[in-house]
């Protein structure tokens, strides 16, 4: 069965700080992950996803996440924090890339000036 | 282009009435995808369909949910009898097709049950 857990429920960070935001995922085969953005009373937003390609991943706004298979992480970094980038976040993962989506409990970013 | 659309955005109604959500793909998407978001569980898969057919019902809570695809676009998730734990945000997405990975999402309906 697949799972993931995002470490911090809450992140905040000043502008033009370092933003990482944790996401630990379970598989018993190889995972297709990706990050999605909610901003307030929208949709998710795709920011990038993992599908074996690379193991570094870019994505959109500057954000970008490592897959580690080792510690079977997908940690998602942006170098510098924009007041803009406030919001929720969630990691995901699909078997294969076949139908449903498993996400995690999301992590809300609030970003002071 | 047009991306995925739901209506209404918000429905509020009584507990024990049905109600019926829409949700439009993007055109050309064979995958469509109903998910629900509440603070208490967080993203909740419910049904993926792959054309017309549900290959995978197993998030649907109860049998008072059920959803059909018609014409392999529009699709309409219905709730008989609606209790007070069926208020949240029910999200629509579809993608290219089951294998395509990348699943867009519509602005979702905010269902509230009094």
């Known amino acids: 069965a697949q799972s993931v857990t995002q470490l911090g429920s809450h992140v905040s960070v000043s502008e033009g700080a370092l933003v990482l935001l944790r996401c630990n995922y379970s598989?018993?085969?190889?995972?297709?992950l990706f990050w999605y953005v909610q901003y307030p009373n929208q949709g998710l937003q795709l920011l990038l996803k993992?599908?074996?390609?690379?193991?570094l991943v870019k994505g959109i706004n500057g954000f970008e996440a490592e897959f580690k298979k080792s510690e079977t992480s997908f940690h998602l970094t942006k170098p510098s924090a924009h007041m803009s980038d406030a919001a929720e976040y969630f990691c995901?993962?699909?078997?294969?890339?076949?139908?449903?989506?498993?996400f995690g409990r999301g992590t809300q970013l609030t970003v002071w000036p | 282009g047009a991306g995925v659309s739901q209506s209404p955005s918000n429905k509020v109604t009584e507990k024990g009435k049905d109600v019926e959500l829409r949700c439009d793909p993007i055109?050309?998407?064979?995958?469509l995808y109903w998910y629900r978001q509440s603070l208490g569980q967080g993203l909740e898969f419910l049904i993926y369909f792959q054309g017309n057919s549900a290959p995978d019902k197993s998030g649907l809570p109860s049998d008072r949910f059920s959803a059909e695809r018609t014409g392999g676009s529009v699709s309409t998730l219905t709730i008989q009898r609606t209790q007070q734990e069926d208020s949240a945000v029910y999200l629509c997405?579809?993608?290219?097709?089951?294998?395509?990975?990348?699943?867009?999402f519509g602005p979702g309906t905010r269902l509230t049950v009094l």
């Open positions: 997405a579809s993608s290219l097709d089951g294998t395509s990975h990348t699943q867009y």
């Open positions: 598989s018993s085969v190889p995972p297709y």
């Open positions: 055109s050309g998407h064979t995958a």
């Open positions: 993992y599908t074996s390609a690379a193991t």
């Open positions: 995901a993962v699909s078997e294969n890339g076949l139908g449903r989506l498993y």
